[in-house]
């Protein structure tokens, strides 16, 4: 699949899909650095032209960690978070 049209696209990382029936959204993992030194995470559910991206909801030392904090995340997570976001 090639990146997404967006600006944020460049800062992140695809992290699958995610599907339930015939609904299926791609995930994306954005990290940036802070201004305090730390980085700073949030999820992007992009399936077509539609787009929903939580909030700053990681904040870590380093990109591994967050990157290890979002694999927590189960499916289950992911959809309670993906339909927060207004689905």
């Known amino acids: 699949m090639s990146p997404p049209a ?3 696209s460049q800062q992140a ?3 699958g899909q ?3 029936g015939d609904s299926t959204w ?3 993992l954005e990290i940036q650095p802070d201004d305090g030194g730390m980085n700073r995470g ?3 559910f992009v399936q ?3 787009h929903r991206e939580s909030a700053w909801i990681f904040l ?3 990109e591994r960690d967050i990157l290890a904090r979002f694999n927590e995340f ?3 997570e992911l959809w309670q978070l993906l339909e927060a976001l207004g689905v």
């Open 42 to 44: 949030r999820v992007h």
């Open 74 to 76: 189960g499916a289950p």
């Open 18 to 20: 995610l599907a339930r």
């Open 26 to 28: 791609d995930v994306f």
């Open 13 to 15: 990382r695809n992290m």
């Open 60 to 62: 870590d030392r380093t």
């Open 6 to 8: 967006y600006a944020w």
């Open 48 to 50: 077509a032209e539609r």
